[in-house]
């Protein structure tokens, strides 16, 4: 296994994700190397089937790889148990979801609770940390309404202020525009991008579109269960 | 999480699905209340058959019978050279008030005696135990009371006595003519023959020569005195409270203080026996008295069986309603399994509806389950969240069925207007707490699958 070094928030070193279909078996990551720095704002892009997603779901812990190694935040998860791997999710991950997923019956402050309510802070304090980070992403005004009475673009907000809520060190974006038309996808990057700042958080996002990757600080290229380019882009 | 935040989220989630979380419920809620019905007719019927023992004599109270062949002499054949070895006699009193755990023992003699008031007459025993005795088990007076120590000789009348006194010329009684009759125990003055036989003979000697024939051989040479036997004044102490037709195991008693009744009999009979007393070899009468029977009572139901297999050994006969109790108790145990059983039946189908609601309700929210495990939903917390469910659906469930089952066991007593049907609290805290173990049991299978769902199932998109 190779050795692991560098300042990297993640590090990824000789990862696979081997599928059995019946007889055959296929290579969804057919070994993966990648750093990513603590602030940065990271786009992992490619086709449909090329992996990322398979990439993504590896780095948050939500499956476990055939082989190679993870290590975010200093931590070795790629063989962590389910309970380890929920365990490290709440401690470090923020998660945004191309569907949203915010929960139906909620509204928008208790949905951004919600991580909260799982780490078993009180109601009054988790509240009061809802709607500030609302305030951040700018649905303050919208804070009792439930998913159904809004736009896809302040659920994805609303999706957003969820993952930015528990303050993680690492915010995961599986395709957060995917259901978005593009005057939406405009506003929904912008506010990622501010929210990565100027290396306050560090977010990783998914996408197949290759103009998004624009917004991010570094771009990486997968292809076939590869890495075929990472590139650091200077933002002036 | 915390358990508050547990507890909301269950009962969001249940409330979204109102109906068929109602239906759920519903399930519970019958197989709950059979159970609990069920049950609750086993008890009232143990206690039905309870309260018939404690009206035969309750259950601390033993019955000792003379042993050998009794008080007949002439069937006597144990006790070697002494023939009233096994009898009952105030040493018999002595040595079993001697044995623990005895509250109470008294001798009970019955003497023959006829009780005249007016015109009405009544020909039969009376029973003649200790103050203490009377004490405790009469206790209820209409009027009067209980004679006190050292009084002269006073009877107490059950509530139903007048029913057997006939019309001493008619011979014609209530049972007769339908007709009560008309004295009044405690105004009109009572007058008391002991020597039935003397008096019988007064009245009638060809009937009572005949009848009597063979006793006269033993008692020859007090029956020449001929003429009326003197007759006592006897007041009333009390008469027992009850109207005419409430029947209870006193209702037809009349009795007294043994105490004041032994010396007018010794007195009536002197030299001659005492009818119903044994006699020796000759037909002569013993200094003694034989009591017929002893009342003992136990200070409580465990040393029964203790008590009577010692007072067993001493050589006397007893009685108690301890092997009925025993029975009772037995096939109230059987009673009550297989009425709870049948309940059950239909508590175990709830418990499978529960199961497949839980099922269910976790295919749909697939999704939602896999989003809560990215957000960091600790594994023990979903399946606590789903077991909570559960939990709930019991809780509520075993609650209204409680309420139910009160309804149906006050609709059955109203009914059949007895307490057929009884629920006591343990009964309705046991069905609550039943019902909630079923239900949390019958969601455990549901929530491990629920543990255990992909957090995958959150990326998928649609």
Redesign the interface.
């Known amino acids: 296994m190779p050795e692991i070094k560098g300042p990297s928030l993640i590090k990824v070193r000789d990862l696979f994700k081997i599928y059995k279909l019946g007889e055959e078996r296929v290579a969804a990551l057919n070994g993966v190397d990648l750093d990513i720095e603590a602030g940065e704002f990271a786009a992992i892009v490619g086709a449909s089937g090329s992996g990322k ?1 398979t990439l993504l ?1 590896m780095l ?1 812990g ?2 476990p790889p055939t082989r190679g190694s993870i290590e975010i935040a200093g931590e070795r998860i790629e063989k962590y148990s ?2 380890k791997l ?2 490290f ?3 470090h ?1 923020g ?1 945004i ?3 949203y ?1 915010l ?1 139906p ?1 909620l509204n928008a402050v208790e949905n951004v609770a ?2 909260l ?4 802070m ?2 009054v304090k988790r509240e009061k940390l809802a709607i500030q980070t609302l305030e951040k992403v700018g649905l303050k005004k919208y804070m009792r309404h439930r998913p159904t009475e809004m736009s896809g673009g302040q659920q994805q907000r609303v999706g957003i202020a ?1 993952a930015l809520v ?1 303050k993680p060190d690492i915010i995961f974006a ?1 395709e957060p525009t ?1 259901n978005l038309d593009s005057v939406t996808t405009l506003e929904v990057m912008k506010l990622l991008r501010e929210i990565s700042g100027n290396g306050k958080n560090t977010l990783c996002m998914v996408t197949h579109d290759d103009n998004l990757s624009s917004y991010a600080d570094r771009v990486i290229r997968i292809k076939d269960g590869k890495v075929i380019e990472n590139i650091k882009i200077q933002r002036g | 999480m915390r358990s508050s935040d547990l507890i909301s989220m269950s009962l969001g989630s249940l409330f979204k699905r109102k109906i068929r979380t109602c239906l759920t419920i519903l399930g519970v809620v019958i197989g709950i209340a059979s159970i609990v019905i069920m049950v609750s007719l086993g008890i009232g019927l143990d206690r039905q058959a309870m309260e018939m023992i404690a009206e035969y004599g309750g259950l601390t109270q033993i019955t000792v019978t003379p042993g050998g062949g009794g008080m007949d002499m002439g069937s006597r054949n144990v006790g070697g050279s002494d023939p009233t070895a096994y009898l009952l006699t105030s040493k018999s009193v002595k040595d079993i008030a001697s044995m623990p755990h005895i509250s109470l023992v008294s001798p009970i003699l019955y003497v023959d005696a006829v009780i005249r008031g007016g015109r009405y007459e009544r020909s039969g025993q009376v029973k003649a135990m200790s103050l203490e005795a009377l004490k405790e088990k009469y206790s209820d007076f209409a009027e009067g009371g209980l004679p006190k120590e050292g009084d002269t000789l006073a009877f107490i009348f059950g509530n139903m006595v007048k029913k057997d006194f006939v019309d001493y010329k008619t011979k014609a009684g209530f049972w007769d003519t339908g007709k009560m009759p008309n004295i009044d125990f405690m105004k009109s003055p009572l007058f008391t023959i002991f020597d039935v036989e003397a008096y019988e003979e007064a009245k009638n000697p060809d009937s009572s020569q005949s009848n009597s024939g063979g006793k006269e051989e033993n008692a020859e040479g007090q029956l020449q005195k001929k003429g009326p036997p003197k007759k006592y004044l006897v007041p009333a102490a009390g008469v027992l409270k009850g109207g005419e037709e409430d029947y209870f195991q006193y209702s037809y008693d009349v009795c007294c203080d043994i105490e004041a009744i032994t010396p007018i009999i010794t007195k009536v009979f002197r030299g001659r026996p005492i009818p119903g007393q044994p006699t020796n070899k000759n037909g002569k009468p013993y200094r003694e008295i034989f009591y017929n029977e002893l009342l003992v009572i136990v200070d409580n139901v465990d040393s029964m069986e203790e008590t009577e297999t010692a007072i067993r050994q001493m050589g006397y006969n007893s009685y108690s309603n301890t092997e009925w109790v025993e029975e009772e108790r037995q096939s109230a145990r059987q009673r009550q399994a297989l009425l709870g059983g049948v309940g059950a039946v239909s508590l175990l189908v709830a418990a499978i509806g529960i199961s497949n609601t839980m099922l269910m309700s976790i295919y749909e929210r697939t999704r939602e389950i896999g989003v809560m495990k990215v957000l960091g939903c600790r594994l023990m917390d979903i399946q606590l969240l789903f077991l909570c469910e559960a939990g709930l659906i019991g809780l509520i469930g075993g609650l209204i069925g409680n309420l139910l089952s009160f309804a149906i066991s006050f609709i059955i007593n109203t009914i059949t207007k007895a307490t057929t049907s009884v629920i006591p609290g343990w009964l309705a805290l046991a069905g609550i707490i039943f019902s909630i173990f079923v239900s949390i049991f019958a969601g455990y299978i549901p929530s491990r699958r629920a543990m255990k769902l992909s957090p995958l199932s959150a990326i998928r998109n649609e």
């Open positions: 997603s779901n948050a939500l499956e389910e309970s929920v365990e999710r709440r401690r991950v998660f979801f191309q569907s997923n929960m019956s919600l991580p309510v799982f780490r078993g009180d109601k969820r528990l599986d995917g």
